[in-house]
């Protein structure tokens, strides 16, 4: 008997804790509402996207929070390496900017020392400045590139070498065939020992190669078998393992300063010295900027 009145107290007990609270879903407010048995809402449980977790709220006007269900903390990206790759970018950035800078400075120093007329000299850096240094600042360049950077250089070179082409065949074209024959930067007089060597294999001691600013980079091995050959309108290198470079030779002119014969070429600007000591091979149209200059003679110098 004591056993049977033991069980029935439990089961009353589990009965009236059960009925004290209610949990329906509400989803009008997306959330859990507690009601007791009254039919009084008591609280309310609503999740909460910035924490991730359940919270309870009493309707209380003091109510706190119930212990919220615990989650991981999202795992956090890790930047302190931004600030390096930015300062990379950056110094990378100045660095390309800097190396068209000097190209434009170098280009204008060339210039500045052309053997042309004052008036042709004018003529080419001002058109210089207007069609390239000044596109250059107003177009928007991706200077952190190192393609982009060399992109603009080969541009300028190719751009400044059209110009001083366009400005001395201008200016050829515009005299008459006596004017061209006294004018001093077209004396023919001195090459008397190129003419004398036409059609002859001239042997290549040595070939150092000039950047830009007319600095020797670097000097190149060379076979014994090498040679140059000189004709009226065309100059050809060939190697000691038969491969063999042309260029066509038009609009000569004389260098009073080097002493020697310039001529453009759609291959790439030509230089023979008076006395044969070395050909210039250069990069652009024109005898300027970037070359290989070939030793014809031992004692070859520039």
């Given at each position: 008997?004591?056993k049977?009145?033991?069980?029935?107290?439990?089961?009353?007990?589990?009965?009236?804790?059960?009925?004290?609270?209610?949990?329906k879903?509400?989803?009008f407010?997306?959330?859990y509402?507690?009601?007791?048995?009254?039919?009084?809402?008591?609280g309310?449980?609503?999740y909460?996207?910035?924490?991730?977790?359940w919270?309870?709220?009493?309707?209380?006007?003091?109510?706190q929070?119930?212990?919220?269900?615990?989650y991981?903390?999202?795992?956090?990206?890790?930047?302190s390496g931004?600030?390096?790759?930015?300062?990379?970018?950056?110094?990378r950035?100045?660095?390309?900017?800097?190396q068209?800078?000097?190209?434009?400075?170098?280009?204008?120093?060339?210039?500045?020392?052309?053997?042309v007329?004052?008036e042709?000299?004018l003529h080419?850096?001002d058109?210089?400045?207007?069609?390239?240094?000044?596109?250059?600042?107003?177009?928007?360049?991706?200077?952190?590139?190192?393609?982009e950077t060399?992109?603009?250089?080969?541009?300028?070179?190719?751009?400044?070498?059209?110009i001083?082409?366009?400005?001395?065949a201008?200016s050829?074209?515009?005299?008459?065939?006596?004017?061209?024959?006294?004018?001093?930067?077209?004396d023919?007089?001195n090459?008397?020992?190129?003419k004398?060597n036409y059609?002859?294999?001239?042997?290549?001691?040595?070939?150092?190669?000039?950047?830009?600013?007319?600095?020797?980079?670097?000097d190149?091995?060379?076979?014994t078998?090498?040679?140059v050959?000189?004709?009226?309108?065309?100059?050809?290198?060939?190697?000691?393992?038969g491969?063999?470079s042309?260029?066509d030779?038009?609009?000569?002119?004389?260098?009073e300063?080097?002493?020697?014969y310039?001529?453009?070429?759609q291959?790439g600007?030509v230089?023979?010295?008076?006395?044969?000591?070395?050909?210039?091979?250069?990069q652009g149209?024109?005898?300027?900027?970037?070359?290989?200059?070939?030793?014809i003679?031992?004692?070859?110098?520039?």
């Amino acid at each position: 008997m004591k056993k049977i009145f033991i069980s029935v107290c439990l089961l009353i007990g589990i009965s009236c804790f059960s009925q004290t609270a209610t949990k329906k879903y509400n989803s009008f407010y997306n959330r859990y509402e507690y009601f007791d048995s009254g039919g009084n809402m008591i609280g309310y449980e609503k999740y909460n996207n910035l924490s991730k977790q359940w919270e309870y709220y009493t309707t209380g006007t003091n109510s706190q929070p119930r212990q919220p269900t615990q989650y991981r903390d999202p795992q956090q990206l890790s930047i302190s390496g931004l600030g390096n790759a930015t300062s990379i970018l950056q110094n990378r950035y100045n660095s390309n900017v800097q190396q068209v800078q000097n190209t434009v400075n170098s280009i204008i120093n060339q210039i500045n020392n052309l053997d042309v007329t004052d008036e042709q000299r004018l003529h080419i850096s001002d058109t210089f400045q207007k069609k390239c240094v000044d596109e250059i600042n107003r177009t928007r360049i991706n200077y952190s590139s190192a393609n982009e950077t060399n992109r603009v250089i080969k541009w300028l070179y190719d751009s400044v070498n059209t110009i001083i082409k366009n400005t001395t065949a201008s200016s050829f074209n515009s005299n008459s065939n006596s004017n061209y024959q006294n004018n001093s930067s077209n004396d023919y007089s001195n090459d008397s020992k190129i003419k004398s060597n036409y059609g002859k294999t001239l042997p290549v001691y040595n070939i150092a190669v000039f950047d830009h600013n007319n600095k020797r980079v670097r000097d190149e091995t060379i076979s014994t078998n090498s040679y140059v050959i000189i004709n009226d309108n065309q100059i050809a290198f060939k190697k000691a393992d038969g491969e063999i470079s042309y260029r066509d030779l038009k609009n000569k002119v004389y260098n009073e300063r080097k002493k020697g014969y310039e001529y453009s070429s759609q291959w790439g600007g030509v230089f023979i010295h008076e006395d044969l000591k070395y050909v210039e091979f250069f990069q652009g149209s024109l005898a300027i900027g970037e070359n290989y200059t070939y030793y014809i003679t031992p004692s070859g110098n520039r």
